[in-house]
T-cell receptor, first 112, second 113 residues
C-alpha cells in the first residue's frame, strides 16, 4: 500500500506549547520519512527527516519519533511559536528522497 | 532560498487546452520530480526525470508528459486540460537520484475554467 495517513487535519496550540502531528504508513519498503513545512503560496520546505535505523531525531525545536513495529512516526514541535503556523506534511519514500508519498497535511495554528 | 524556480507563477487555461510549465533546477542537480497538489491536499507524485530520462511515474494519465533538458531544467506538459487539473504544480530537484534531499520550487498555480 502506498498511503500515508496523517492526523490531525488541523491543530491549535498555545504559544510555548508542544505541537504533535502523527503519521502512519503501510508499505514496509519505505525507508525515508521526511516532514515538510508549507506556508501559503510557497512550496514545501524540508524540516527534518529520519531513516528507520533510529527511533528519534532532534534538530532544534523539532523532533521526529519513529516506531518501526507500529509503522508510525510523529513530529513534535517544542516551544511552539506563532511563526510555526503553517501546514505540515509527513511523507515517505522507498527510494531515497525520491518519489515521495505525502500525507494529507495538518494545518497548525499557534495562538500568541 | 532553495534555488528551484518555476514559471509561470499563475496560469489560467480553458478546458481542452494544452499547457507547459517550466522548472529550473538548483545548480548541479540532475534529478527533477513533478508533483500535483490539489487544494487542501498533499502533493502527489507525477513523474521523475534523471539525466533526461523518465525514471518512474505516478498514477497520472499519458496526457501528462515531461521533458528534461541537458542543463537539467524541465518541463511538464498537460494536454486536453480538465477542470480537475486545477492545482498547484510543484517541481522538486535533487543533487542525484538516491539518498539526497528534494528541494521544492514555489509552484505554478494552474486554474482550468
Amino acid at each position: 500500500q502506498q498511503q500515508v495517513k496523517q492526523s490531525p487535519q488541523s491543530l491549535i496550540v498555545q504559544k510555548g506549547g508542544i505541537s504533535i502531528i502523527n503519521c502512519a504508513y503501510e508499505n514496509t519498503a519505505f525507508d525515508y520519512f521526511p516532514w515538510y513545512q508549507q506556508f501559503p503560496g510557497k512550496g514545501p520546505a524540508l524540516l527534518i527527516a529520519i531513516r528507520p535505523d533510529v527511533s528519534e531525531k532532534k534538530e532544534g525545536r523539532f523532533t521526529i519519533s519513529f516506531n518501526k513495529s507500529a509503522k508510525q512516526f510523529s513530529l513534535h514541535i517544542m516551544d511552539s511559536q506563532p511563526g510555526d503556523s503553517a501546514t505540515y506534511f509527513c511523507a515517505a519514500s522507498g527510494q531515497g528522497a525520491q518519489k515521495l508519498v505525502f500525507g494529507q497535511g495538518t494545518r497548525l495554528t499557534i495562538n500568541p | 532560498e532553495t534555488g528551484v524556480t518555476q514559471s509561470p507563477t499563475h496560469l489560467i487555461k480553458t478546458r481542452g487546452q494544452q499547457v507547459t510549465l517550466r522548472c529550473s533546477s538548483q545548480s548541479g542537480h540532475n534529478t527533477v520530480s513533478w508533483y500535483q497538489q490539489a487544494l487542501g491536499q498533499g502533493p502527489q507524485f507525477i513523474f521523475q526525470y534523471y539525466r533526461e530520462e523518465e525514471n518512474g511515474r505516478g498514477n497520472f494519465p499519458p496526457r501528462f508528459s515531461g521533458l528534461q533538458f541537458p542543463n537539467y531544467s524541465s518541463e511538464l506538459n498537460v494536454n486536453a486540460l480538465e477542470l480537475d487539473d486545477s492545482a498547484l504544480y510543484l517541481c522538486a530537484s535533487s543533487l542525484t537520484l538516491m539518498n539526497t534531499e528534494a528541494f521544492f520550487g514555489q509552484g505554478t498555480r494552474l486554474t482550468v475554467v
